[in-house]
């Protein structure tokens, strides 16, 4: 029954930036992995980034590697995903989910519950 609120995504130019955040309506937000996903139209859902409970251990997908950071803040339930040098190809919904585990994973079906999605648009 956690309930996960992404922030509104956006339209930025290639080379750009942006910067999404998820909070989640739980009061054992650091019990939980954090995860970032993504969905192109007529793509499978993709793997960007994952983050530890305490914070300190973080993976990312190949794709994503050297332009995007994932962070959190366990004091304000909130986990973030900063999209730096960004690409048209990285044009998705975005979605954030939890994993009721200690241990990260890459899998779509190692997290639940999800985020709601939200819009990021990339120009050339």
């Given at each position: ?8 995504g ?26 970032w ?30 332009r995007?950071?994932?962070s959190?803040?366990?004091a ?17 919904v ?31």
């Amino acid at each position: 029954q956690v309930q996960l609120v992404e922030s509104e995504g956006g339209l930025v130019q290639a080379g750009g930036s942006l910067r999404l955040s998820c909070t989640a309506s739980t009061r054992t937000f650091s019990t939980y992995v954090m995860g970032w996903f993504r969905q192109a139209p007529g793509k499978e859902r993709e793997f960007v980034a994952t983050i530890s409970r305490s914070g300190s251990l973080t993976a990312f997908g190949d794709s994503v590697k050297g332009r995007f950071t994932i962070s959190r803040d366990n004091a304000k339930n909130t986990v973030y995903l900063q999209m730096n040098s960004l690409k048209p190809e990285d044009t998705a919904v975005y979605y954030c989910a939890a994993r009721d585990s200690p241990v990260l994973s890459t899998n779509v079906g190692g997290y639940g519950p999800w985020g709601q999605g939200t819009q990021v648009t990339v120009s050339a």
